[in-house]
Every structure is written in C-alpha cells, then in structure tokens.
C-alpha cells in the first residue's frame, strides 16, 4: 500500500511543524511549504494526495495558490482550506475556489486526519 502524501501549507512555522508532527505520527507523508508560492513550486514536481493550506500568508496567500494552480492543472488533488479568520467569507470563499471544504483554528488534528482519510481512501 502507498502512503498518503500530504502537503501542508502554513506560514506559523511553529503550527506547521506541529501539523506535519502529527499527519507523520498517523503513518502520513508529509511535504511543507511555507506560503503560496512555495507550494506552487512543490506542487510542479513532488505528487501529493492531499493539501491543507492555511489561507492569510504573506508572498501569496492560500486563495491565490489555489486559484494559479487550477490555471496549471485543473485535475488537482482536494484540497482543505484552514483559517483562524472570518469563517463566513472563508467557507464561502472555499466554494468558489474549488476546495473540499473550510476548517477553523484551532482544529483538532484527529478531525483533520479523519477528513484526509476520507478523501484519500474513495479516491483509492
Ligand atoms: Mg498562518
């Protein structure tokens, strides 16, 4: 069996560390990137299952790289937006973009594995 490959999108080094910690100690795979622009330029070369990205980063927010990346490849893997701020405009925002959905901090990172799960396993 393949391991689920996650990429995880936060400019808080702190809670990105603290994610990726957590998606590896439930068997996942995890790439990192600190803004947009940084997982714009994973996403070109490494093959992920899933994204979680933060939406407010500094150089290109969440919103933005999804936007660049369904210009590149519309046949992207889902992807989870997450975002202490503004949870109306944000979950509204995730549909317009394309997400699987909006989640607000502070999460729980069983419900966040759950979700991935969720997504990885019906897409085999
Ligand atoms: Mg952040």
Redesign the pocket.
């Known amino acids: 069996m393949t391991k689920v490959r996650l990429l995880i999108v936060?400019?808080?080094e702190v809670l990105r560390e603290l994610l990726v910690e957590a998606m590896e100690d439930y068997g996942l795979d995890c790439i990192s990137a600190g803004n947009g622009k940084e997982a714009l330029s994973l996403l070109h070369s490494e093959r992920v299952n899933f994204v979680i990205t933060?939406i407010?980063?500094p150089i290109m927010d969440g919103l933005t790289m999804l936007k660049e990346w369904r210009k590149i490849d519309s046949d992207s893997p889902p992807i989870l937006l997450v975002s202490g701020y503004s949870e109306i405009e944000s979950s509204r925002d995730a549909k317009l973009v394309g997400a699987v959905g909006f989640h607000s901090k502070p999460y729980d990172v069983e419900d966040l594995h759950q979700l991935v799960m969720s997504y990885c396993n019906t897409s085999g």
Do not use: F, R, S
């Open positions: 936060e400019d808080d933060d407010k980063m």
